[in-house]
């Protein structure tokens, strides 16, 4: 046989081996991924349902007892769809997350502004549940645009690229603080 023939092989033999080692990290990296991010979005609508009920709560605690909450307010508070935070990735879901943020800073301004309801330790326990699950919410959403920002890397890399199109994946979108 030819030795240039054995080298040009040899060199096709490596390189093939390259390009197969290569998708297996990149399959295994998308797989692990899709795990994450299911790990990710129950911990995102667990968080927010805490939020959700905490600060609803503290509204309702508002309203019964008379507190002056301004129309724009009450209207968020109506508008806000529980179920809508239990589907991540879509518009419904973005649009009561920001309700609920709207919310929530609404609430705790009425609370800050009244000493009476700032030394009231029910509402001092909705206050510390508030923060503390918003805290805990930005943190789940810094690791999942992380984990989102590496997925939308490893899909586009060369040469898997192609087999997550055909199977219709696609860029996951970062989720806004």
Known sequence: MNPVLVVILNILVVVGIIVIATMIFDIAFVVSFNVIFRKHQKAIT???NVKYDNVRNLYIFLE????????KTMELAAKIQK???NEPGTKSFENSMNN??????????????????????EIKLFMD????????????VTMYNA??????????FWPTKFIWKLF??????????
Request: with cysteine; charged share 25%; net charge negative.
């Open 64 to 71: 019964e007892n008379g507190y002056q909450i301004n129309e």
């Open 100 to 121: 609920l943020t709207f919310l929530s800073n609404a609430v705790c301004t009425i609370v800050n502004k009244n000493v009476e309801l700032r030394n009231d330790e």
């Open 46 to 48: 667990i968080l927010l």
């Open 83 to 85: 179920n809508d935070l």
């Open 147 to 156: 984990d989102c920002l590496g997925y939308n890397y490893w899909i586009s």
């Open 168 to 177: 219709k994946f696609k860029s996951r979108h970062l989720i806004d603080l």
């Open 129 to 140: 549940n508030i923060k503390t699950s918003d805290q805990q919410f930005r943190t789940v």
